[in-house]
């Protein structure tokens, strides 16, 4: 299909693949979610798998992974057909994924989750002692030697948590190993950390698919890509055939001018005219957040920097009315308030939004139809005395939707059913009907498709030009480069650096971000 | 080295916190109970206590096991009372029908546990619903077997369950009629006392080190989670509620020799499965499931038959009992909600 013989299309079944799909096709109701791919990976190669939302990679591992069923077609492992009843079976045959959505059993221990699908046992009950044991191995084994194995998930940090969960990986001694966004959630460090050990893995010759949609961890590691779109494998190539901006196209299959809508006159952002709408004094929780200041200006989009877990999150829980015995002042237009709760975060004249970091537990009522979550927050402002006003809760559902291009079957569908970033678009639809003057979004793009990342930072700009004070706190610093107007790194619950207009580079950013003192660029 | 040590036990701790309070609760009604019993301290005092605690045990760990998997089975009593009208009929006999009447009881109690599981898995019921009919069919069986209140239980048998292990060995002509002096040291001990021991630790211990039991924990922490583990999450309800069923038949058996009959009570019933919920969360289990121990339930129920103790000693209404009962289960539920006011992030209370 393409002159460089290096590409076929929709990869035939070469001799030498572990894994192969064949004519794999899955339906669900109505809708194609796979259809007649063939896919294969190999022994000893890392393989990126890309794709917009609804491009059918869910489907791919879910089936790879035992979780689902595919209608039609066969899969091969090791020259053998294979159908899996479930995901243990899967896991029997030596395929293990690290899911997107932690897989984690947070009231069970460090050890219990590591070791759950095998534990020692010694006389047929679970070895406590040996199974700690073996815990520590694995954690150090992937360099988390700070992790107590005894320890409750629950009370560790996400990042910590990920960890965890490539540590339970591993120890299923896996032959395919898959990683569902498996980096996410991730500080840099542990990113380095998850790649060298995915190399390692590798050169033991295991197979490893990985779905991600940061392109540079995939230039990192990946040795073969596949694109999908629309439920088909697009293209397979080898890693490094294909430009950036090619394989972007490829996912999205529309042209795209820029990932960032352009920033107002650097001259206006940065002169100060205005007073701040949002304005923090010497804010302080705990001992995760020590005398922050901050202040945020009408139509200006400030980001939040630094590496996972430096208080980022915390702060704009705090400034959300969550956290309690905070110190400090915050000012919304030169007034002093007071915010003990979301319900004083929302009020008038505060008029507060978070969208939090967690859109499945924190975001989103799952169960709830798509009208009932994005009606959620504005109730009070649709109830006809003591009724709720359908008409106008119903126009102003179809609005957000139409605003937020949310795609849907129907409004009563529950949210559960929508894809990762519509459901993302639901949770930032609902808070715009509360007319926020400030905006608070934590990682608002995390395991989300790049078109609706590129919709986000286009919505996000739209705002603050409508007069929206925006704070985003990101883990992607190029999201942080492309997007704000300032930039306020963090470290250790501090503010260590604001960088404005050009002064936002990544090389400043990391600079910041490990509280490295380096004259600004 | 040492210091890892240190945070390992610090952590242990930490998380039986609420086990060491339930046991300091009981350990103080207790105490004081008997500091203020004419004959406090006494064996018969231990052996009177012990009978009459021994079947609320046995239903409040039955009870435990579902509530893990963040279900509640409403059939518990039920289960206990079926199970209690069966051995009015069949503890009786020779030696060999005896121990063939003990065999059936107990497997009708984890056979009521098994139907509940299957209703559960296979009828993807909630628990709470499948227990409360399941519950009431028991029941109907329980009044089938015992229209009214009555039954024949080996007198030998009733007398040596429900007291101290001299009983059993004169009785029975072991140990020279229990006059060994080597057997001395241990002959006051109260039989359901050691009954609920051999129970702890040859049935909850290794179903809770278990693969089985691990899953059980695990299905309340995370179902979904539990399931993309690749771990047997519908064997392991099965599991759990056949072996709530089990334990609600120690229980009915344990009730049938101590009451020598058989009696289908409906209100009895009721107020078992309550006081089994009642037990369970003062002793620590979070009715969310995941986290928890049968060990705590134990102490849940000892607590709750305590405060009736003292009701005896102490000379007030025992009208008044009911409201004292649930003063104590409010208290003791409010000690473990205390850690809440330590969460400075109101996020946390809602995971």
Not at chain 2, 26 to 38: A, E, K, R, T, V
Not at chain 2, 164 to 169: F, V
Not at chain 2, 172 to 183: M, R, S, V
Not at chain 2, 301 to 329: C, K, M
Request: with cysteine; hydrophobic share 45%; charged share 20%.
């Amino acid at each position: 299909m393409t002159p460089d013989g290096q590409t076929d299309r929709g990869l035939k079944t070469a001799p030498s693949a572990h894994m192969s799909l064949t004519g794999i096709t899955k339906r669900y109701g109505g809708v194609t979610a796979l259809e007649n791919v063939n896919f294969s990976c190999d022994l000893g190669s890392i393989h990126a798998v890309l794709g917009e939302n609804g491009a059918g990679k869910s489907t791919l591992i879910k089936i790879m992974s035992g979780v689902v069923t595919p209608d039609e077609g066969r899969m091969m492992l090791d020259g053998r057909e294979v159908t899996f009843s479930g995901p243990s079976a899967a896991n029997d045959a030596g395929i293990v994924c690290i899911f997107q959505e932690l897989s984690l059993m947070p009231d069970l221990s460090v050890a219990d989750n590591i070791m759950i699908a095998d534990p020692p046992r010694r006389f047929g009950l679970i070895d406590k002692r040996a199974q700690k044991r073996r815990a520590e191995e694995l954690l150090a084994r992937i360099g988390c030697e700070d992790v107590n194995p005894l320890n409750r998930v629950r009370d560790l940090p996400l990042s910590r948590r990920q960890m965890v969960e490539i540590a339970k990986a591993l120890a299923k001694d896996p032959t395919v190993l898959i990683l569902d966004e498996a980096t996410s959630a991730l500080t840099s460090s542990d990113v380095d950390r998850v790649f060298e050990i995915l190399r390692k893995l590798r050169d033991d010759g295991i197979s490893i698919l990985s779905i991600s949609h940061r392109m540079h961890e995939i230039e990192a590691v990946a040795d073969m890509c596949s694109v999908f779109r629309n439920g088909h494998n697009v293209e397979t190539f080898r890693q490094g055939t294909r430009s950036a901006e090619e394989i972007v196209q490829m996912m999205i299959g529309r042209e795209i001018s820029a990932h960032f809508p352009p920033k107002p006159d650097k001259d206006l952002a940065t002169q100060g005219a205005a007073p701040p709408v949002l304005q923090v004094r010497n804010f302080a929780w705990e001992n995760v957040l020590q005398g922050i200041d901050l202040s945020v200006r009408k139509g200006e989009i400030v980001g939040l920097g630094g590496l996972d877990g430096q208080g980022q999150k915390e702060l704009l829980l705090g400034l959300f009315g969550v956290l309690k015995s905070t110190s400090g002042t915050i000012e919304i237009n030169g007034k002093p308030v007071s915010i003990r709760s979301p319900i004083d975060a929302k009020r008038a004249g505060v008029d507060i939004a978070l969208v939090p970091e967690d859109r499945k537990t924190e975001g989103l009522m799952l169960p709830m139809s798509i009208s009932d979550n994005l009606s959620i927050a504005s109730l009070s402002r649709m109830s006809n005395g003591i009724m709720l006003d359908q008409n106008a809760l119903e126009s102003s559902v179809a609005e957000a939707v139409r605003r937020m291009q949310i795609k849907i079957g129907n409004k009563s569908d529950a949210v559960s059913t929508l894809s990762g970033g519509n459901q993302q678009k639901v949770v930032i639809a609902k808070w715009l009907m509360t007319d926020p003057k400030i905006i608070l979004l934590n990682d608002p793009t995390r395991g989300i498709d790049v078109g609706t990342k590129q919709e986000i930072y286009l919505l996000l700009r739209e705002l603050a030009k409508e007069g929206a004070a925006i704070v985003l706190y990101s883990t992607d610093y190029e999201e942080l480069i492309g997007c704000c107007d300032r930039v306020a790194v963090m470290y250790d619950g501090q503010i260590v650096r604001e960088l404005a207009g050009s002064e936002i580079t990544e090389r400043n950013i990391i600079s910041s971000a490990l509280n490295i003192e380096e004259a600004a660029q | 080295m040492s210091h890892t040590r240190k945070s390992d036990l610090s952590i242990i701790l930490r998380q039986s916190a609420p086990l060491i309070t339930v046991i300091a609760i009981f350990l103080l009604f207790y105490i004081f109970y008997n500091s203020n019993h004419p004959r406090g301290f006494s064996t018969a005092v231990y052996i009177q206590n012990a009978n009459e605690v021994f079947a609320l045990v046995m239903v409040a760990m039955a009870q435990t096991v579902p509530v893990l998997m963040g279900g509640l089975d409403l059939s518990v009593g039920a289960v206990m009372t079926l199970v209690n009208t069966l051995a009015s009929h069949l503890l009786n006999g020779s030696p060999l029908e005896i121990v063939f009447g003990f065999i059936v009881c107990l497997l009708t109690g984890a056979l009521c546990g098994f139907v509940n599981g299957c209703v559960v898995v296979y009828g993807r019921i909630q628990p709470i619903i499948a227990t409360l009919a399941t519950g009431a069919i028991f029941m109907g069986l329980a009044l089938f077997l015992r229209p009214t209140p009555g039954g024949d239980v080996d007198g030998d048998l009733a007398w040596v369950m429900t007291n101290d292990l001299y009983e059993i060995a004169a009785t029975y002509g072991f140990f020279d009629n229990g006059e060994a002096a080597w057997f001395q040291p241990v002959a006051w001990l109260p039989v359901p006392a050691l009954l609920l021991v051999v129970v702890a630790l040859f049935v909850w211990m290794p179903f809770s080190r278990s693969v089985t039991g691990r899953t059980v924990y695990a299905i309340g922490s995370g179902e979904s989670a539990a399931y993309m583990s690749g771990l047997p999450i519908d064997r392991a309800k099965i599991a759990a509620f056949t072996l709530g069923g089990f334990f609600a038949g120690v229980g009915g058996i344990y009730l049938t020799l101590q009451t020598s009959s058989g009696n289908a009570d409906i209100p009895q019933a009721g107020a078992y499965t309550l006081n089994s919920i009642a037990a369970v969360v003062i002793g620590g289990t979070s009715l969310l499931g995941g986290v928890g121990t049968a060990i705590g339930s134990i102490f849940g129920a000892l607590v709750l038959r305590t405060i009736s103790f003292n009701f005896r000693i102490f000379d007030i209404d025992p009208l008044l009992q009911p409201l004292f009962e649930g003063v104590v289960l409010l208290g003791a539920v409010s000690i473990g909600a205390l850690s809440v006011l330590r969460i400075k992030n109101t996020l946390e209370l809602f995971r």
